[in-house]
């Protein structure tokens, strides 16, 4: 039995050393404006507190669904015995569909679980109508997953080594479960309005600069693919 594995947080760097980095980064200014979203909602379009708690679900749970699709071409190609023929395009898809939902319904375990707390919120009537007879809402929620797909399939997850790909795949879905477990205080619905402004920096910090995110919970973020539960016994 291998000694448990201590976590040692990172240290950041300063605030400047910080802002020349953002400044530096033209996607940065993206990531944040994608993340102001449910703050321009709540504060100059009247947003109701159940319709930003549900873009912030709905935001990270597409996130986690473009990932997954990303990977499907190469877990259905990677499962394939040596000598058997490809599947044909029909069958290729149902496959694929298959494996994708049942992927999202294991890996989008934290966004299923914070329905529980969330839920008068999130399954409310009036907000699935709301959503329903809201043209700017599905065209803003379609823009955030447009842009999360088109992030998952430019990442290069079909063709990275399997030590590249163990290491980055961890990396997003990480990322994607301290999201999860941020979003748990928005649950009482008392102080959105302050909370929201301060989520959309956590997650534009947590998207801009992930291995500092990943560092202070998890050490030092070069080593998830080492985080194996089959090596550690």
């Known amino acids: 039995?291998?000694?448990?594995?201590?976590?040692?947080?990172?240290?950041?760097?300063?605030?400047?050393?910080?802002?020349?980095e953002f400044t530096a980064n033209r996607g940065a200014w993206l990531v944040l404006a994608r993340n102001l979203v449910p703050v321009f909602g709540i504060y100059g379009f009247g947003w109701s507190v159940a319709l930003t708690v549900f873009n912030y679900w709905f935001d990270g749970l597409v996130a986690v669904a473009a990932i997954i699709a990303a990977l499907i071409p190469r877990a259905l190609r990677e499962s394939r015995k040596p000598r058997q023929k490809p599947d044909g395009p029909i069958l290729a898809l149902v496959r694929g569909v298959v494996t994708w939902a049942f992927l999202l319904a294991v890996l989008g375990t934290p966004y299923w679980i914070t329905l529980i707390?969330?839920?008068?919120?999130?399954?409310?009537?009036?907000?699935?109508a709301q959503i329903a007879h809201g043209p700017g809402l599905w065209a803003t929620f379609g823009m955030i997953a447009v842009m999360?797909?088109?992030?998952?399939?430019?990442?290069?997850?079909?063709?990275?080594?399997?030590?590249?790909?163990?290491?980055r795949a961890r990396w997003d879905l990480y990322l994607l479960?301290?999201?999860?477990?941020?979003?748990?205080?928005?649950?009482?619905?008392?102080?959105?309005?302050?909370l929201v402004p301060l989520l959309a920096?956590?997650?534009s910090?947590?998207?801009?600069?992930?291995?500092?995110?990943?560092?202070?919970?998890?050490?030092?973020?070069?080593?998830?693919?080492?985080?194996?539960?089959?090596?550690?016994s």
Do not use: N
Not at 7 to 16: C, E, H, M, R
Not at 117 to 128: K, N, R, T
């Open 1 to 20: 039995m291998k000694p448990e594995r201590v976590v040692v947080p990172i240290a950041l760097p300063s605030l400047a050393q910080h802002w020349r």
């Open 117 to 128: 707390p969330l839920h008068d919120m999130l399954l409310a009537p009036s907000l699935l």
């Open 148 to 167: 999360h797909f088109r992030r998952a399939f430019s990442v290069g997850y079909d063709t990275m080594p399997e030590t590249d790909l163990k290491q």
């Open 177 to 194: 479960l301290l999201r999860a477990v941020a979003m748990f205080t928005l649950a009482g619905g008392i102080f959105v309005i302050v």
């Open 201 to 203: 920096m956590l997650f």
């Open 205 to 232: 910090y947590m998207e801009i600069w992930p291995e500092r995110a990943l560092g202070l919970v998890f050490g030092d973020p070069r080593r998830l693919h080492e985080l194996d539960p089959d090596k550690d």
